[in-house]
T-cell receptor
Framework: SQTIHQWPATLVQPVGSPLSLECTVE??????LYWYRQAAGRGLQLLFY??????ISSEVPQNLSASRPQDRQFILSSKKLLLSDSGFYLC???????????FGSGTRLTVV | QKEVEQDPGPLSVPEGAIVSLNCTYS??????FMWYRQYSRKGPELLMY????GNKEDGRFTAQVDKSSKYISLFIRDSQPSDSATYLC?????????FGSGTKLNVKP
């Protein structure tokens, strides 16, 4: 079966510290992968998406970056976190154009 | 104008009520329409997925799409306290998704 793993579930980081969030997908090949951020009480904001290894599209200018070192691995990073980076980060995947998203369980990031 | 508009609520109903959740959109090129349910501190889960105008039923849930009016709805029959969550509508054009901001639903026992 197809599953998506996202970790950690909760993270508290000081301002200026680095960030690495990881997402892996099982049970499918060549998925489209996405990183979203959901601020409290607000909608989903698309940050990055990838249609293949090494292919990253950025939707919003920010101090975050994404990488896809393997087909089913998607990493969200930052060199120096800002207070405004706090939020609920969600990884998602689809296969093909006719699918809905499958979301991971999310990482709640608090920058202090 | 936002691509997708959704009333944030909150919407509070008694157990057993019929719930109607709605979204409007501006882009006539949207091809796929979805409803997601998100419990607190969890990732959204796909509830309904439709491609064309008309109704799609799955148990107590019915998704309705009216492309001519650019309007989609989700109906929940016999609502249960376990339906209390935030409901997000979403629309898709090629590989890009557009989400509503979500409607928070509270079903009171």
């Amino acid at each position: 079966s197809q599953t998506i793993h996202q970790w950690p579930a909760t993270l508290v980081q000081p301002v200026g510290s680095p960030l690495s969030l990881e997402c892996t997908v099982e049970g499918t090949s060549n998925p489209n992968l996405y990183w979203y951020r959901q601020a409290a009480g607000r909608g989903l904001q698309l940050l990055f998406y990838s249609v293949g290894i090494g292919q990253i599209s950025s939707e919003v200018p920010q101090n975050l970056s994404a990488s896809r070192p393997q087909d089913r691995q998607f990493i969200l990073s930052s060199k120096k976190l800002l207070l405004s980076d706090s939020g609920f980060y969600l990884c998602a995947w689809t296969v093909g154009t006719g699918d809905g998203y499958t979301f991971g369980s999310g990482t709640r990031l608090t920058v202090v | 104008q936002k691509e997708v508009e959704q009333d944030p609520g909150p919407l509070s109903v008694p157990e057993g009520a019929i719930v109607s959740l709605n979204c409007t959109y501006s882009n006539s090129a949207f091809q796929y329409f979805m409803w997601y349910r998100q419990y607190s501190r969890k990732g959204p889960e796909l509830l309904m997925y439709t491609y064309s105008s008309g109704n799609k039923e799955d148990g107590r849930f019915t998704a309705q799409v009216d492309k001519s009016s650019k309007y989609i709805s989700l109906f929940i029959r016999d609502s249960q306290p376990s339906d209390s969550a935030t409901y997000l509508c979403a629309m898709k054009n090629f590989n890009k998704f557009y989400f509503g901001s979500g409607t928070k639903l509270n079903v009171k026992p």
